[in-house]
């Protein structure tokens, strides 16, 4: 018999191979597993919006409109923030919204969300 041996009497290479589908599986169930509970009655449109940015955001990128309720992002994402008014005039201008005191995005960029001319075209 050619080739090594693990410790009973299983070719080395077999073994290898056993862990990574082993791992390739675990990973398998847990994303299937995290998509089930996205697409039932637990899932809410929160849990969905951090879900596809922890898995796709990475970068650099702008955030419009985040006020009171940024999108929570991953390491490997940075976001400058843009709104249409500064931090007083969105407190102002949405003072029924924001309870007294809530912590609120204070905007990198003050510009026209639809627009964004304050950002060169590349």
Sequence with gaps: ?????????APAGVL???GLAARHVSRR????LRDAYLRGAL????????DVALRFLRGEGIEIGAMDFPLRLPREARV????????AGLRSEYAQVLAAGKPLVVPDVIDDGARLAAFADE
């Design 80 to 87: 400058r923030y843009v709104d249409h008014l500064d931090e």
């Design 16 to 18: 290898r191979r056993s």
């Design 1 to 9: 018999m050619c080739g090594m041996l693990d410790g009973e009497g």
């Design 43 to 50: 899932g809410d449109a929160k849990t969905l919006r951090e």
């Design 29 to 32: 169930v847990r994303r299937d």
